[in-house]
């Protein structure tokens, strides 16, 4: 469990980590962090599905809005060997938060290879 604060007051989450693989190779991590209500809904998915799709498919789940945020960076210690990166390589960490009345009830992590976002500031 993890607390948060996105300036409406703690909420409670509970977290699904996952590495996302293409061709073999881990291309990704992802961290999510859920209310316990949608973990409770998001627990029964294919792993291999889209947890953002699940969110916005579910019956019952009003999404109200969406924050989403790109930068660029180099990598922790941990996410470098995750990853296979080569020194000086950088990452792409994109960050989600979801809410319903009001209330996040997502926040996703997702750190993948710089090369596969396409970004006018891109080096």
Known sequence: DLRMSRGLGDV????????????????????????????????????????????????????DRIDMKIVLRLPTAKEQKQLKLAPGERVAQLTRWTFSADKAINYVRFVMRERLVQTPFGG
Not at 21 to 40: C, K, M, Q, R
Request: proline residues 2%; charged residues 30%.
């Open 12 to 63: 409670y989450k509970r977290q699904l980590s996952r590495l996302r693989l293409a061709g073999g190779e881990t291309v990704a991590v992802e961290d999510s962090y859920f209310t316990e209500e949608l973990y409770n809904t998001v627990q029964s998915l294919d792993p291999d599905k889209s947890v953002a799709h699940a969110i916005l498919d579910s019956d019952g789940i009003d999404v």
